[in-house]
């Protein structure tokens, strides 16, 4: 499918390579030290100039003695570990941002580091490893596959030998990447606006307290000065990245964001509109890596989540011209033939289905426990287990674990902790949790009323009708010299509205009250049903 090829942006990752043991990071020391302390050249890749310095840094890795454990002499009375510093030359970036650093530390087997206490503690290397050094990279705007062949190149132009880096360990791993587009500021506005992809893969994909749940909406700057989307973000665990998108493993954050600076540049310069990016949130990663050897999964996953967000707020992906995208320094809207095909996001359709399992569950009946579990859940703010739950109800926590069991699609229980299946059910258990206890006061009220007009002397029927008003929660005012009126609070629907009146009526009927009375009373409702009427229209 023809879509717009996002940019590269952030991108972070440890590289590894054991193929030479520890010569790669001994090459380094002796570089340094010939070069007075850093050594800088420069390079060309692929018809570019880039530029290469290698510094030093102090290290507290604990000195192994003559020897390493692996038995490798060692020779060097002082530790360092080393900077590598690669930029695209200032006359092809004008921008200054395209570049990366690598920060190469050795690696040997029950290597220790030392606090600014003393104290000593392990540093860890994959099983097996052996000797080796550990190549910490860090960078942006660099497409995600050209960092290690760029390491290499850098390297040799410092005369360290570029063989040590072209082999990397299977336990290489990517700590963050991004993948962006820059959209017109006049377009972006449905990406972040409250109902639009943002807001509600947070409402209706994360959970209401239990693992990552993060939605970030900031509409002020740096500087306090008001810019609409400044900072809005998602982040989507790897749980529940995979309700949107089924085929997906990567927990990701969306956003939309400006530059600090943006409202001081105008609409002509790129700075002024802000960029929708997708970005890997490795911290939220809960079974295995993401390899260096996957970085084609990686940017597909990423690429794919990008333009269904896009596609979901109504912005072009694959436009004639530039269309809603703003060309930068680093990206071009250009389109491409083999992007992903966008997923329809359908927030719709997941909203519908959360609230079906509501509905459901409150339409079949709820035990007690039950009730008492989401009341719970709905009033505390922080994490819950089924024993905290018992605790809370005079409960056994056997027959709070069955509950919660029934209820296995409203709620979770996972790692001893239970919480509402996403936010938006939340705010549905919530309403539903009042709704009952408004029932159950206005139940009271009516029983209260009812024993208050038979103390009155009242017949049985005149009080059945106090008792409908207060259970429907109505005002009755029935002056002698005035038209009756009834003001009705919190009903939802002009069907609710109608139920309750022609049951009053009933009610006032049998009460042997005059009926032209009734039908004439004037009717009117607070709440979203705001408005009045006579009664005589609703029966």
């Known amino acids: 499918m023809k879509t717009v090829e996002p940019a590269h942006h952030e991108f972070s990752a440890n590289a590894l390579y054991n193929s030479h043991g520890l010569a790669p990071w001994f090459a380094c020391d002796s570089t340094v030290k010939a070069g007075d302390g850093s050594v800088t050249r420069e390079f060309n890749r692929d018809g570019e100039r880039w530029l290469s310095k290698l510094s030093y840094q102090s290290s507290n890795i604990v000195h192994p003695g003559d020897e ?24 092809q970036d004008s921008t200054g941002e395209q570049d990366f650093s690598a920060h190469i530390a050795p690696r040997w087997p029950d290597m220790e580091g030392e606090s600014k206490t003393g104290e000593t503690y392990d540093i860890s290397a994959p099983d097996g490893f052996g000797e080796g050094v550990n190549v910490a990279l860090q960078g942006s705007n660099i497409r995600f596959d050209r960092y290690t062949a760029l390491l290499q190149d850098a390297m040799a132009a410092v005369g360290i030998s570029g063989r040590y880096f072209e082999e990397f360990h299977e336990f290489s791993n990517v700590q963050d990447a991004e993948r962006y587009v820059r959209v017109h500021e006049d377009r972006s506005g449905p990406v972040h606006s409250r109902d639009g992809p943002i807001a509600s893969m947070a409402h209706l994909l994360e959970n209401d307290r239990r693992g990552y749940r993060k939605l970030v909406q900031n509409d002020d700057d740096e500087y306090g000065e008001n810019l609409p989307g400044y900072y809005h973000t998602v982040t989507l665990g790897q749980r529940r990245v ?14 939309h964001y400006y530059a600090k ?45 990008l ?5 979901d707020a109504g912005i072009d992906v694959a436009p004639s011209d530039d269309g809603p995208f703003v060309e930068d320094s680093y990206f071009t809207p250009d389109v491409s033939e083999s992007g992903p095909d966008p997923l329809g996001l359908n927030m719709t359709q997941v909203r519908m289905e959360q609230e079906h399992v509501v509905v459901r569950h409150l339409a079949d009946g709820l035990t007690p426990t039950a009730w008492e579990s989401l009341e719970t859940l709905v009033a505390d703010g922080g994490e819950l287990s089924p024993a905290d739950i018992a605790d809370e109800n005079d409960r056994h926590v056997g027959s709070v674990r069955r509950a919660l069991r029934e209820m296995d699609d409203l709620v979770e229980t996972e790692y001893a902790k239970v919480s509402l299946r996403s936010e938006h059910v939340a705010e549905l258990v919530h309403e539903a949790v009042n709704e009952a206890r408004d029932a159950t006061r206005r139940a009271a009220d009516a ?9 009155r002397g009242l017949s049985e029927t005149t009080s059945a009708f106090i008792a409908w008003a207060a259970r429907h929660d109505v005002d009755v005012n029935d002056r002698t010299d ?5 003001r009705f609070h919190g009903v939802k629907s002009a069907r609710e ?24 009373a004037q009717i009117s409702v607070e709440g979203d049903l705001r408005g009045k009427a006579r009664a005589w229209r609703y029966l």
């Open 497 to 520: 509205l109608g139920d309750a009146i022609r049951t009053g009526f009933d009610v006032w009927k049998d009460a042997g009250m005059p009926e032209t009375r009734f039908r004439e």
């Open 447 to 455: 029983a209260s009323k009812a024993m208050e007009a038979a103390k």
């Open 68 to 91: 390493t454990p692996a038995g490798t002499e060692f020779q060097l009375e002082t530790i360092r570990e080393f900077n590598l510093k690669v930029a695209r030359h200032p006359e």
């Open 242 to 255: 995979r309700e949107a998108f089924p085929d997906h493993r990567l927990p990701v954050e969306v956003k």
């Open 261 to 305: 600076e943006a409202n001081n540049k105008g609409p002509n310069h790129p700075l002024g509109h802000p960029k929708v990016g997708v970005s890997l949130q490795i911290s939220q990663l809960r079974d295995g890596k993401v390899g260096l050897d996957e970085l084609d999964v990686l940017e597909e996953e990423l690429d794919e989540t």
């Open 482 to 486: 005035a038209r009756m009126k009834l």
């Open 307 to 311: 333009l269904s967000v896009l596609a």
